[in-house]
């Protein structure tokens, strides 16, 4: 009986030493969040640094075309894609932002085709593909128009709301749901 009753005591208090580290890594993971920049929180694929209701920063830049873009071109519901050759999600999720281009209708997609000068790859392939359907802009992730977007990763949407400031960001806004078709 003694045996026994050494045992469920030896339990007992290493379940309470767990219960104890238990609420210790809680305790950690809590502060990590909560001290976590912007683009940590809730979207795990937020590549803008700004939050929702933010006004983007101000920026001079020239599309594929030549014609000028500023702040003031981003009207209330565009979506403006960040993209860059050489990052597999972003030539993943290529095909979708050309179709949801295609479906918003022209100027309504902004698609901003980030270099990255560390890989070199040539950003051909997207601007061809994203010309058609959306304005295209070829900028660095140091230029002023991801600085104006605080982009901290790719590849990263951010649908535009009044005045210029944030209605949504992350990179589920550049994903088309598929339609489910009748009878499947």
Same mark, same amino acid.
Not at 167 to 173: E, M, Y
């Given at each position: 009986?003694?045996?026994?009753?050494?045992?469920?005591?030896?339990?007992?208090?290493?379940? @309470?030493?767990?219960?104890?580290? $238990?609420?210790?890594?809680?305790?950690?993971?809590?502060?990590? /969040?909560?001290?976590? !920049?912007?683009?940590?929180?809730?979207?795990?694929?937020?590549?803008?640094?700004?939050? *929702?209701?933010? /006004?983007?920063?101000?920026?001079?830049? &020239?599309? $594929?075309?030549?014609? !000028?873009? =500023?702040?003031?071109?981003?009207?209330?519901?565009?979506? *403006?894609?960040?993209?860059?050759?050489? +990052?597999? !999600? +972003? %030539?993943?999720?290529?095909?979708?932002?050309? %179709?949801?281009?295609?479906?918003?209708?022209?100027?309504? *997609?902004?698609?901003?085709?980030?270099?990255?000068?560390?890989?070199?790859?040539?950003?051909?392939?997207?601007?061809?593909?994203?010309?058609? *359907?959306? =304005?295209?802009? #070829?900028?660095?992730?140091?230029?002023?128009?991801?600085?104006?977007?605080? @982009?901290?990763?790719?590849? $990263?949407? #951010?649908?535009?709301?009044? %005045?210029?400031? @944030?209605?949504?960001?992350?990179?589920?806004?550049? /994903?088309? !749901? &598929?339609? =489910?078709?009748?009878?499947?």
């Amino acid at each position: 009986m003694a045996y026994l009753t050494a045992v469920v005591t030896l339990f007992g208090l290493l379940s @309470i030493a767990n219960l104890i580290l $238990t609420l210790g890594v809680v305790r950690r993971l809590r502060a990590q /969040r909560d001290g976590s !920049p912007p683009a940590a929180k809730g979207d795990p694929f937020q590549g803008s640094g700004l939050s *929702v209701g933010q /006004r983007v920063g101000g920026f001079s830049a &020239h599309d $594929t075309e030549g014609r !000028p873009l =500023t702040r003031d071109s981003l009207r209330e519901g565009m979506l *403006v894609a960040f993209l860059s050759p050489g +990052c597999l !999600p +972003c %030539e993943e999720l290529l095909p979708s932002v050309v %179709e949801s281009a295609r479906a918003a209708g022209p100027g309504r *997609v902004l698609a901003a085709v980030v270099l990255n000068e560390d890989d070199g790859a040539r950003p051909d392939a997207f601007v061809a593909a994203l010309s058609p *359907v959306a =304005t295209v802009v #070829v900028t660095r992730l140091d230029g002023e128009l991801a600085r104006a977007f605080d @982009i901290q990763g790719m590849p $990263t949407g #951010v649908r535009m709301g009044r %005045e210029g400031r @944030i209605a949504d960001s992350g990179r589920a806004l550049l /994903r088309v !749901p &598929h339609p =489910t078709r009748a009878g499947a």
